[in-house]
């Protein structure tokens, strides 16, 4: 994955809660007419292969959404939303006692979803970052998942508070539209460890049915 190693390789951004923008990130059947998805998403997409099997983890499904989550993590925060128009469903997973989520999937119901909605949802992420101030060198491109589908993804780094000192995270969040569902999960690692960390394994196992 040549192409996601790349954009993996990002500045600092300042202090920021992940979970909340994913939230705003997801609502993307609002969508703004001052955005255009087509024009601001780079034309070469980012590939992403699937895993059908990873050791020492249990399965998580909620929606017909599954993902293969590493045991050492638990569930941190769980809202899971209904299957009406707009419903939003978030789980996030975290190291026990740890104050940052280590994965975050978010699941939405839009009717016929498809890829502008990822894409929108990509924007709408950029958005809230440079809105309130923390935007710099944000990577985010089209999505190619073979077995999923077209869709869009977004990296950054983050500069977020742990045990009161600002800390350093990497970040990808990766989003699908899928059917009537538009999918998104995000994962933080420490710097340098993204590309080959349990987190992006546990990323590649995602199945929507």
């Known amino acids: 994955m040549e192409d996601l190693g790349s954009m993996l390789r ?6 920021i809660s992940l979970s909340a923008l994913l939230v705003l990130s997801a609502c993307s059947n609002s969508e703004s007419e001052d955005m255009e998805p ?3 998403l780079p034309d070469t997409p980012v590939a992403m292969e699937s895993l059908s099997e990873l050791d020492d983890t249990e399965e998580y499904e909620v929606h017909g959404v599954s993902l293969q989550v590493p045991r050492q993590l638990e569930v941190m925060q769980e809202t899971i939303g209904g299957k009406d128009v707009g419903d939003v469903t978030q789980v996030s997973f975290a190291l026990p006692d740890a104050e940052r989520a280590s994965i975050i999937l978010t699941v939405e119901n839009i009717p016929e979803a498809d890829i502008k909605n990822a894409e929108f949802s ?9 809105t ?3 935007g710099s060198e944000i990577e985010k491109s089209v999505l190619n998942w073979p077995e999923l589908g077209q869709g869009a993804a977004v990296s950054a780094m983050l500069n977020v508070p ?8 990497e970040s990808l969040t990766s989003i699908i539209a899928h059917e009537d569902l538009l999918v998104s999960i995000s994962i933080e690692t420490d710097p340098g460890e993204l590309e080959d960390s349990q ?5 590649r196992t995602l ?3």
């Open 199 to 203: 987190e992006l394994r546990a990323m």
């Open 38 to 40: 087509t024009k601001a």
């Open 122 to 130: 990509a924007l709408a992420l950029e958005n809230a970052l440079v």
């Open 10 to 15: 990002l500045k600092k951004l300042s202090v």
């Open 207 to 209: 199945r929507i049915e």
């Open 132 to 134: 309130n101030g923390i």
């Open 162 to 169: 742990v045990d009161g000192a600002d800390v350093e995270r």
